[in-house]
């Protein structure tokens, strides 16, 4: 034998070895390596060398919890099998088992990733979204300043158009949380510069110069709102608890302060303005020091703001602080609705000086903070259907393009209040269109049993975005865009962000009930649209937490297949006209369930055992 084959024995002998070949040990492929939620991932096996006639396959989550597990039948050493990838975000085990075997033989990963999106087939509900997410990183803000790193969304008509005013960018965030990941930063900047009497400013320069106007009584409750959303995006419990202590100045600075505070009412009080907008009428300067008001828009901001401070507190075990931050919240929402509820719609505000208004009955007005009332939670479900009804009503009254008014109607031109052109009757804050009013109008109906109204204004404001391009700050009645600046542009955040809000958690129903959705609420309202199919997705991009479900109906009965990082859940799914409920199931098994009537519908409400990932049937009887 010559030297160079002998060389070769020692390699051919290991090669030859069983256990050093994939033979020995079987083959795991899937067809994709990530997958989203519900969506079907595709098993290939090989078996062994030695011809297994069966295997086993499991399938374990990030924390390595088995959710799906199966025997596979092997002919000619190959099978297959088909599951749906479901649970906890990251990274995926798929283990593969043979009989008699103490431990696996082979192991593959494939990652679950998630992201924000409906998907109904109706160019109406499908295409709001990615729009939004599209046109509003146009004012998307990253500031590198002094104090560190302000990423914010601009304001989309002011002329401090290269700063961030504090209520445009929160007011953006029921859109920007499911894409944005610079979530905290901004509120930090906003928190670095609070006065040591607890005032924070309006707005931050990008030179960081800051600015407040002397009438404006909602920065704080802003504020604390911006805090409460941000920490339910990003789940981050040790920046919560260092902040909360600026939230308590804040909140006991606005409760103090002669300018803001009413000891008779003991409510929030503002000088006389449109609504929660900047300026006073009638030439009034905005000081904050004369000319005083209580305002519905106030009455719901600081009603919200102390049920969410007990909400945090509770969250961090601070018990008692959750208990006194809930009285707080229960005590100023019965003072607010006693003196601002008139029985059919909430006073636009209540005079605490006398202003004279001539001829004009300030009462009949509708205003803006209506909407906000309803959504807030500060009217009652029956006062939140008056409200819907008086909108619909002015709507099918005036003709107006859509039902969107800052004021309906706005203060006549014969009192001279105003100059400009564009705060005359029907423009700007003074009767003009605010998208923003309308998506919160739509989401308040779709929560309140005016189901069918809700869909009706998305579908117009759909429309909107087809005809136009985009959503300005204001529009005249007729849908004319307004001008009031050389900086307006289609792509304002505060406006387009409440139809997301009117999309995801009023349409899809998917309410986020403590944070980074470890508690879900899901109220699918696919049957006011008409919708036999659909899947819907929420996901906060600055953390894992998510939830995801497909909605499949017929005409005797409902499926919806849910996944998610959630521990619980409660779901209330709008029945079809004339659906009778027989029976729930979840995984097969009889779940208790009880029929709720909301408005003119009817909802089953039930709650899972297990809520991360399961399989629904709602027969019909």
Known sequence: MSRFLLLLLPALSLASDPTTVEGQYGRLETDRTVYRPLETVQLSITGRARGDATCRIRVADPLQKTYFEKDVDLANGRGALRFSATGQLGVH????????????????????????GIQTGDRDFDAIFPFTREAMQLGRRDYQTRRGRFVGYISADTNHFDGIWLRDWIYSLPAYKYWEREMQCGL????????????????????????????????????????????????????????????????????????HWDPA??????????????????????????????????????????????????????????????????????????????????LHHVHLDQIDHGDFDESKQLAMGNTWAVTRGLATESQAIKVIDEYRRRHRETGNKYPWWSLQPGYPDHLGYWKEAFRLQGGYANGGLMPWVGGELARGALQNGREAYGVELIRQYAGHLRETGGAQVWYWPDGTPGFRTTNEVRYAGWGMAQWVDALVEGL????????????????????????????????????????????????????????????????????????????????????????????????????????????????AQ
Request: net charge neutral; with cysteine.
């Open 93 to 116: 085990y798929v283990y593969l088992w043979f009989p008699g075997e103490k431990k696996y033989s082979r192991y593959l990963n494939f990652r679950l990733d998630a992201e924000t």
């Open 188 to 259: 930090d900047r906003f928190l670095e510069v609070q006065r040591e009497d607890g005032q924070t400013p309006d707005g931050i320069e990008r030179d960081g110069r800051t600015w407040r106007v002397g009438l404006e009584s909602d920065v704080e409750y802003i504020l604390t709102l911006g805090v409460w959303d941000t920490w339910r995006a990003t789940g981050d419990d040790a920046w919560l608890a260092s902040v909360l202590p600026k939230l308590e100045k804040a909140l006991a600075y606005i409760r103090s302060d002669a300018k």
């Open 265 to 346: 009412n003991r409510l929030i009080k503002r000088q006389h303005s449109c609504d929660t907008w900047d300026y006073d009428i009638d030439g009034a300067t905005d000081k904050g020091n004369a000319r005083h008001v209580i305002a519905t828009c106030d009455a719901s901001g600081y009603y919200l703001a102390f049920r969410a401070m007990s909400a945090m507190y509770l969250h961090l075990g601070q018990s008692q602080k959750a208990q006194e931050w809930s009285k707080e919240a229960q005590g100023y929402g019965e003072r607010s609705v006693k003196l601002l509820w008139d029985g059919g719609k909430f």
């Open 508 to 619: 899809a129903g998917i309410r986020d009930a403590d944070s980074v959705y470890r508690s879900v609420e899901v109220s699918p309202r696919w049957a006011a649209a008409g919708i036999a199919q659909a899947q819907a997705t929420a996901r906060y991009a600055a953390s894992n937490g998510y939830f995801s479900y497909s909605w499949n109906a017929e005409p005797r009965s409902i499926a919806i297949e849910f996944s998610g990082s959630s521990n619980q859940l409660t779901f209330r799914v709008l029945l079809p006209q004339g659906f009778s409920p027989r029976a729930v199931m979840v995984d097969g098994t009889d779940l208790k369930f009880d029929r709720e009537d909301a408005g003119d519908s009817t909802y089953v409400r039930f709650r899972p055992e297990h809520g991360q990932r399961g399989v629904i049937r709602i027969a």
